[in-house]
């Protein structure tokens, strides 16, 4: 008898058991589908954008970010190579809606939406006064447009997710950031006047400044660009519950979905 009883018992365990297996792969399924779901519409909230990147969303405050128009810069610069004075005005970088989308991933559970982007490149143009020596023995003057090329550039993000659930399931990014890498720096001052022959010379000694002068224009970039993002995601997540949000989006979505802003 008692060996029934034991039978009956290691069943009942087993078959809870398989239940609780059952239940929790239901469950880790239902997570991914989500994590899949929330990773596409924050592409498509990024690719939307892109078309809205020259004019800007000036009814939620985001200014044009194609062009993005930089402060200008004053800088007085004493390095072993360079003594110079800088004076860089109406600062534009162009080709950041140039971007594709290289990887997205949002996880709920873990709170968090990261993306990394890339793009063929990068343009910073504006006048600039110069004035100073190059080694402290080549004069170097120029008063004029310049430009600075970068090519190879990556731009990767980190956002923090917020899940609310008083009453309905609401979601918020707490914080987002970026940082940008680049390749391979060109750079042209068209009025660049040095020691006669030795122009070219003064040019590629300028090369190292240049990444130095591109390294304060991106992070200015950077800046305005994380702010952007950050009020537009946050503008199309506050538009209804996660559920809501996320019906809105079939798996396997198609290539293109329209997000109104």
Not at 12 to 29: F, T, Y
Not at 46 to 56: A, H, I, V, Y
Not at 180 to 206: A, C, H, I, N, Y
Not at 226 to 253: M, R
């Amino acid at each position: 008898m008692w060996m029934n009883s034991v039978f009956l018992l290691f069943s009942i365990l087993m078959c809870s058991m398989s239940i609780s297996v059952e239940g929790s792969a239901i469950i880790e399924e239902e997570a991914e589908e989500y994590d899949e779901k929330l990773s596409e519409f924050i592409k498509e909230i990024l690719e939307n954008f892109r078309e809205q990147m020259p004019e800007g969303i000036l009814d939620i405050g985001i200014p044009p970010i194609d062009p993005l128009v930089i402060p200008n810069i004053n800088e007085d610069i004493n390095e072993g190579v360079a003594q110079l004075t800088l004076r860089m005005r109406d600062i534009n970088i162009t080709g950041i809606s140039r971007f594709h989308i290289e990887e997205l991933k949002a996880d709920l559970e873990r709170g968090f939406a990261n993306f990394s982007i890339s793009l063929p490149e990068l343009k910073a143009e504006g006048e600039c006064y110069m004035n100073g020596k190059i080694l402290n023995i080549f004069p170097i003057n120029s008063d004029g447009p310049f430009f600075i090329y970068v090519t190879e550039v990556a731009i990767k993000g980190y956002g923090d997710l917020n899940v609310t659930t008083g009453g309905e399931t609401r979601l918020h990014m707490n914080d987002l950031r970026l940082s940008l890498t680049f390749g391979p720096l060109d750079m042209e001052f068209k009025s660049l006047l040095g020691g006669g022959r030795w122009t070219q010379v003064l040019v590629k000694l300028l090369s190292g400044l240049g990444r130095n002068l591109f390294q304060h224009f991106h992070k200015e970039a950077m800046t305005e660009l994380n702010k952007a993002l950050l009020k537009l995601i946050n503008k199309e997540l506050d538009k209804g519950t996660l559920s809501e949000l996320l019906d809105q989006i079939p798996l396997g979505a198609p290539e293109r979905m329209s997000i109104k802003f």
